[in-house]
C-alpha cells in the first residue's frame, strides 16, 4: 500500500508545532539565506536541530528549502550550509539552481534531492530529466492539469504537488516582474508580489487582473492519490500558524479518508474563495481574486479557536513500562515504536521505608503529561512488601526513561549523511573572439526581410514560424535556432515537431526548459535564460550536459557576469521588452475587448503576448526596452548578445542591429538598463 505524504509549510517554530501536532507526515522550512522564502521567520542552525529532533521524534521528515540561485560570491556559504544540514539529520533538500545541486552533490552526495517547484518541471520528459540529474522527487508546476500531472507520475520520480495555498500568477522559476521592478527576486527569494497591485485590462481602472485567488484540492485528494502523486503539498511558509494547523488539520482528514469542515479552512484565509481551475483545466476570470474586508475579518474570528487545536501534544505513541527489582536496584524499562529502554537506580538507603500502596506504581507511571506518549501496559513483579522506595524515585525514574526512549526514537528515524569539504574549482575563462557576436530573437520571418542575416551568428525563431516557412529558410538552416514552447502543453506532439525539423537540416535548439536538455541527438543545444544560469557551477554542469553555449540570467549584474568562470561562451540578453511573466491563464481573458495589453496604477503599458498565437500560453513583457547598444563594453565577460524583437518591423530590426554593431545608442527613447547595473537583492 502506498503512503501518501501530507507536507506542510512552517516559517516558524510555533508553525512546526502546528503542523505537527495537527498531523503533518513531513515539513519544508528555510533558513536564513538561499530560501525562496527570504520574509519568513524562518531558521538558524541551532533552531533547525531542535526542529529535526521534534519532527523525528513524532516520524515526520525536514526539508530544508535552498531554492534559490546562488551567485558565484556565495557558492562557498551555500557549501557550507548544505554541510551543516547534512550533519544535523535533514531528510532532503529542495533545490532549483543547477549549480547548486552540483554542490550537494560534491558536499554530500548521499543527500535526497528534490526539484523544486522553481525548477519549472511540468512534463514526463522534464521529471525523467531531473531524474538522470540526481533528483529523487520533482514538485510539479502549479499549473498543470489532472491528466498532464498524471503523465509525469507514470515516469516512476516521486511526485509532489500543492494542493493548497496562494498561486502566483506566473510560471514558478520563470517570473522576473518584482526583480524588474524593485529589484526584489522571485528567484532569490524576496519576491515583493507586484502582482497582488493593481492592474487592469484599461486605463484608469481599478482591477487586479494578475492576482488569483488560493488553490484548494481538498476536493481531488482522492484523485490525486488514485493518479500516484505521493506527496500533497501545503503553501504558505510566511503564513501563521493558525493557518497551518487548519491546513494540516483539513488535509490530514482527506488524506485518511475522512469528514472534513472545509469552513475553518476558507476562514482562516482565502482570497476571495478557492479555485481548482488549473487542475480541472477550466481557466478563465473565475480564478481570480484578491484578500478583501470580509476575508480579514474571517480569519480574525477563527484563528482563537484554531489556535486551541495544537495548544497541547498529541499522542502519538504507546508506552508499555516493565518494573524490576535486582537486588538493591530498582530497574524500568519502556517500549514503544519497537525501540526498548531501561534505566535503573540504587535504593538501598530506602530499605527501612514501609511499603508502597498497592496502585501507586501504576499512579506514578501514568503520569505521563505533555509527552507523545500515552500508557499502554505496566508489568511489575515486584512484590508488595519489597516496594520500598519513596514515589520521587520513581518520578525520576519515569522522566528519565521518557527522555531517553525519546533520543532513541529521535535516532531511529534520522540519518545522517556523510559530507566533504567543499573545493572551488576554477576553470579557464574563455577568451572572448573579437569582435563580439550578435543573435536575434524574431517573433516573426517577415520582421527578417529587412534584415542582413550575414551581421548575426544566429537566428533565434519561434518553432511555429519555422515550419511555416520552412522552405524560405532553408538557405539559412544552419543559422537559425529552434525556439520552442517556454511551457509545453503537449510534450509528445511538441518533441514531435522538433524532430521532424531536425530531420530537415534544422539542428539548433533554444533549450529553456531542462525537459529540452534530454534531446541530445545529431541536435546543437543552446542554453536559453529560462534557465536561471547565474554562477559558475551552473555554467559547468549545463556544460557536462551537452549544452554549447548559454544565456545567463538577465538579474545578474554586469561585474557578476563578467567574472564568471566557463569553457563554454556565455551570453546575454542585450535588447528587447524583457519577459516578466510566463503565464497559463491570461490576465486579459477577454478576447472580445482585447488590446494586447495591460496597465498597472500609473497607466504604464505592458504587452501581452496571446495564448492563441503564443503556443497555449502568455507572457507579460516590460513596458520598456532594454538598451545596451552603448554599454557593451562593460560586459568584457560576454561572447554574444541576444536582441529580442517583439512587434518592430523589418526596417526598426535592422536599424537596432546596426546600432549594436557600431556601439550607439537611439537618442530620445525611452529604455532600461535592466538589471544589469543595480542588480537583484
Known amino acids: 500500500m502506498q503512503n501518501f505524504e501530507l507536507l506542510a509549510p512552517a516559517g516558524s517554530i510555533e508553525s512546526v508545532q502546528a503542523a505537527l501536532y495537527c498531523g503533518a507526515d513531513a515539513i519544508y522550512i528555510g533558513l536564513k539565506s538561499f530560501s525562496a522564502r527570504q520574509n519568513a521567520v524562518n531558521f538558524d542552525y541551532s533552531e533547525l536541530d531542535g526542529v529535526i529532533s521534534l519532527c523525528h521524534l513524532f516520524g515526520a521528515k525536514v526539508y530544508v528549502a535552498v531554492n534559490t540561485i546562488v551567485f558565484d560570491n556565495k557558492l562557498c556559504d551555500f557549501a557550507d550550509c548544505i554541510k551543516k544540514c547534512a550533519e544535523l539529520g535533514v531528510d532532503a533538500f529542495i533545490v532549483q539552481d543547477l549549480g547548486a545541486l552540483e ?32 533528483f529523487s522527487r520533482v514538485v510539479v508546476s502549479r499549473e498543470l492539469s489532472m491528466q498532464q500531472i498524471e503523465k509525469i507520475c507514470k515516469t516512476k520520480i516521486e511526485v509532489e504537488a500543492f494542493v493548497h495555498g496562494a498561486l502566483c500568477m506566473s510560471v514558478s522559476g520563470q517570473c522576473y516582474m518584482s526583480a524588474m521592478f524593485g529589484s526584489r527576486s522571485a528567484n532569490r527569494g524576496l519576491c515583493a508580489q507586484p502582482c497582488r497591485l493593481p492592474f487592469s485590462h484599461k486605463k484608469g481602472c481599478d482591477e487586479h487582473c494578475l492576482s488569483l485567488k488560493d488553490l484548494s484540492l481538498i476536493e481531488h485528494i482522492g484523485k490525486l492519490k488514485e493518479i500516484g502523486v505521493c506527496s500533497f503539498k501545503i503553501e504558505g511558509r510566511m503564513k501563521r500558524p493558525e493557518y497551518v494547523a487548519a491546513a494540516v488539520s483539513a488535509y490530514r482528514k482527506a488524506i485518511d479518508g475522512k469528514n472534513y469542515d472545509i469552513s475553518d479552512l476558507s476562514a482562516v484565509f482565502s482570497r476571495q474563495g478557492f479555485t481548482d481551475g488549473y487542475f480541472t483545466a477550466n481557466l478563465g476570470n473565475a480564478m481570480f481574486g484578491m484578500r478583501d474586508y470580509e476575508n480579514v475579518l474571517d480569519s480574525s474570528r477563527v484563528q482563537s479557536d484554531i489556535r486551541k487545536s495544537y495548544e497541547k501534544m498529541p499522542k502519538i505513541y504507546t508506552v508499555d513500562f516493565a518494573l524490576t527489582l535486582k537486588g538493591l536496584s530498582l530497574e524500568l524499562s519502556a517500549t514503544a515504536d519497537s525501540v ?26 501514568s503520569k505521563l503529561g505533555n509527552t507523545i506518549f500515552e500508557l499502554g501496559s505496566i508489568n511489575s513483579d515486584i512484590p508488595p512488601e519489597s516496594a520500598r522506595f519513596p514515589l520521587s524515585v520513581l518520578n525520576a525514574l519515569r522522566r528519565d526513561i521518557i527522555a531517553h526512549i525519546s533520543e532513541e526514537i529521535v535516532k531511529k528515524n534520522s540519518v545522517y549523511t556523510q559530507t566533504f569539504e567543499y573545493i572551488h574549482s576554477e576553470t ?23 534584415v542582413s542575416a550575414d551581421a548575426l551568428e544566429f537566428v533565434l525563431l519561434p518553432l511555429a514560424q519555422i515550419e511555416r516557412n520552412c522552405n524560405e529558410l532553408a538557405s539559412l538552416c544552419d543559422k537559425v535556432i529552434i525556439v520552442p514552447p517556454r511551457f509545453i502543453n503537449d510534450e509528445e506532439q511538441t518533441f514531435k515537431r522538433i524532430e521532424k525539423l531536425r530531420n530537415i537540416g534544422f539542428k539548433r535548439l533554444y533549450c529553456n526548459n531542462i525537459a529540452y536538455l534530454s534531446i541530445n541527438e545529431n541536435v546543437t543545444l543552446h542554453g536559453g535564460f529560462g534557465l536561471n544560469c547565474a554562477n559558475s557551477e551552473c555554467v559547468r554542469a549545463l556544460k557536462e550536459l551537452g549544452v554549447s553555449d548559454i544565456e545567463c540570467s538577465f538579474e545578474l549584474k554586469a561585474s557578476q557576469i563578467n567574472k564568471l568562470s566557463r569553457d563554454i561562451p556565455v551570453g546575454i540578453v542585450a535588447f528587447g521588452k524583457l519577459p516578466l511573466m510566463l503565464n497559463k491563464n491570461c490576465p486579459i481573458g477577454d478576447c472580445k475587448n482585447c488590446f494586447g495589453k495591460i496597465y498597472d496604477r500609473t497607466n504604464r503599458a505592458f504587452d501581452i503576448k496571446c495564448p492563441k498565437n503564443n ?3 502568455a507572457e507579460i513583457l516590460n513596458c520598456t526596452n532594454l538598451e545596451m547598444s552603448d554599454k557593451l563594453s562593460d560586459m568584457a565577460g560576454i561572447d554574444f548578445a541576444t536582441l529580442i524583437f517583439h512587434d518592430e518591423s523589418g526596417r526598426e530590426c535592422e536599424e537596432i542591429i546596426n546600432r549594436y554593431l557600431y556601439g550607439t545608442r537611439q537618442k530620445d527613447a525611452e529604455y532600461t538598463r535592466g538589471l544589469y547595473y543595480r542588480g537583484v537583492k
Do not use: W
Not at 428 to 450: C, D, I, M
Open 103 to 134: 554542490i550537494i552533490k560534491k558536499v554530500a552526495p548521499e543527500a535526497t534531492v528534490h526539484a523544486s517547484t522553481q525548477l519549472t518541471v511540468h512534463t514526463p520528459q522534464g521529471a525523467e530529466f531531473a531524474k538522470k540529474l540526481g
Open 340 to 365: 526498548c529502554v531501561c534505566k535503573s537506580t540504587d535504593i538501598s538507603q530506602y530499605s527501612s521505608m514501609n511499603p508502597l500502596k498497592d496502585d501507586a506504581v501504576k499512579k506514578q507511571l
Open 428 to 450: 579557464a575563462t574563455l577568451q572572448r573572439e573579437k569582435p563580439l557576436k550578435f543573435r536575434a530573437y524574431f517573433e516573426s520571418v517577415k520582421q527578417l526581410s529587412g
Open 615 to 617: 503556443e497555449g500560453y
